[in-house]
């Protein structure tokens, strides 16, 4: 009995030191490193609107160049030397001058870009009183004539896409004519495999669009309009391309799909 007793112990041991040699296999070394910071800096969308007249080099506006350059030929600066536009001077009827309004991405994200187009009058500092010149439906036509000739004999350059819808001739969204002017804008894109203007096209930083549009044609006037002065003003916009809804750039898209792209702006930039 003594040795059998001997034998149990002597497996009961055996059994513990088992049991003792898989929790040792369970405590494993650990370790903790120290934090590893990774930092994403949010990219912001800015753009500069660059202007030239004739075969001047472009200026950027809103910026001040104390040495006001060109100035001698029309090139205009407000009080602190900010570069404002261009001052044509008297012009004849029909006559073409050059005008070329071009967005410069200065930021840090690819954008699209749409360019608001509003062209008004004024006669001796004031607004010109449409109503009173052209209060019969004749004169209001001939006032859409007058505003519809500027509009569309503005020089569109490469890769602009006019704000008028190109899925519709009956309905077109814009431009918009009104007794105080035309209100319109265009699209900066790219162009499909034919060749022709497509859909939105991303700037990317540090890029320039081509030329808005290239020449500004006076239209044809009657006497009661001699010495209108006609101002064009133009406000680029640009949204982020990168995330964008509308980020297909494969297929033409009509400028009802292209605002969505521009969603975020409040006022919205679009006429109508």
């Known amino acids: 009995m003594a040795t059998k007793k001997k034998t149990m112990l002597l497996v009961f041991a055996i059994a513990m030191v088992a049991v003792l040699a898989v929790v040792g296999t369970l405590m494993l070394f650990t370790a903790q490193s120290d934090k590893a910071t990774n930092t994403v800096t949010i990219g912001a969308a ?3 609107l660059l202007e030239a007249g004739g075969d001047k080099e472009s200026l950027e506006i809103g910026t001040a160049y104390p040495n006001k350059p060109y100035e001698d030929v029309g090139y205009s600066y407000d009080n602190n030397d900010k570069f404002i536009g261009i001052d044509y001077g008297k ?14 991405n200065t930021g840090d994200v690819p954008v699209y870009v749409y360019v608001d187009v509003n062209i008004t009058a004024t006669k001796d500092g004031t607004p010109v009183d449409f109503d009173n010149l052209f209060s019969t439906p004749a004169g209001q036509q001939e006032l859409y004539n ?5 509009y569309t004999n ?35 894109c790219g162009t499909n495999s034919t060749g022709e ?15 808005v549009f290239t020449t500004i044609k006076l239209p044809n006037l009657p006497n009661d309009l001699a010495g ?8 680029a916009y640009a949204v982020q391309s990168t995330g964008n809804p509308y ?26």
Do not use: C
């Open 46 to 48: 800015e753009i500069s």
């Open 91 to 104: 012009r004849a009827p029909g006559e073409s001058v050059t005008k070329k309004p071009s967005v410069k």
């Open 146 to 150: 007058i505003f519809s000739e500027f």
């Open 154 to 188: 503005l020089g569109q350059g490469a890769n602009w896409k006019g704000y008028t819808s190109p899925d519709t001739t009956t309905n077109p969204i814009g431009p918009v004519f009104s007794k105080d002017g035309v209100h319109g804008g265009f699209f900066y």
């Open 197 to 211: 203007t497509s859909n939105l096209r991303a700037l990317d930083p540090g890029d320039t669009t081509t030329d």
């Open 228 to 235: 209108v002065e006609f101002s064009v003003d133009i406000i």
């Open 247 to 272: 980020n297909d750039l494969s297929s033409g898209g009509t400028t009802t799909d292209m605002m969505q792209a521009f969603s975020e702006f409040a006022p919205s930039p679009f006429p109508g």
